[in-house]
Nanobody, 120 residues
Framework: VQLQASGGGLVQAGGSLRLSCTALGNIFGINFMSWYRQAPGNARELVAS???????NYEDSVKGRFTISRDSAKNTVYLQMNSLKPDDTAVYYC???????????????WGQGTLVTVSS
C-alpha cells in the first residue's frame, strides 16, 4: 500500500491550490484520511481530516479557507486551499487508516509529501 500525493507548487498570497492523495495497492477499506503539514523548524501538525462517514475536522487557522473531501470510489482525498497565506508554506503530507483484508485492523500509512510555497 502507498499514498501518492500531488498538487503542490508555488502560488501568490490569496491564490488557490488543490492537493490530491490517492491510496494504491491491495486495499480492503479506508477509515480516516487526513492532511498534515510541516513548515521548516516546526513540528508536523494536523491540517484537516475526514472520516469514512464524511465528518470533517480543521485546524483553526485554515477554517473557512481549506476544504477536505474524499472520493471513496477512487480511494482519494483532496484538500482545496483558498486564500492562501505565506504562513501556509510547508510540506503537506496525507495519511490514511487502511486495512488490506477484512481480518486486519487499520494501519496508518503516510504519503511522501508535497511542497506548497506561498509568496507574499
Amino acid at each position: 500500500v502507498q499514498l501518492q500525493a500531488s498538487g503542490g507548487g508555488l502560488v501568490q498570497a490569496g491564490g488557490s491550490l488543490r492537493l490530491s492523495c490517492t491510496a494504491l495497492g491491495n486495499i480492503f477499506g479506508i477509515n480516516f484520511m487526513s492532511w498534515y503539514r510541516q513548515a521548516p523548524g516546526n513540528a508536523r501538525e494536523l491540517v484537516a481530516s475526514i472520516t469514512g462517514g464524511g465528518t470533517t475536522n480543521y485546524e483553526d487557522s485554515v477554517k473557512g479557507r481549506f476544504t477536505i473531501s474524499r472520493d471513496s470510489a477512487k480511494n482519494t482525498v483532496y484538500l482545496q486551499m483558498n486564500s492562501l497565506k505565506p504562513d501556509d508554506t510547508a510540506v503537506y503530507y496525507c495519511n490514511a487508516g487502511i486495512r488490506t483484508t477484512p481480518a486486519r485492523t487499520f494501519t496508518t500509512y503516510w504519503g511522501q509529501g508535497t511542497l506548497v510555497t506561498v509568496s507574499s
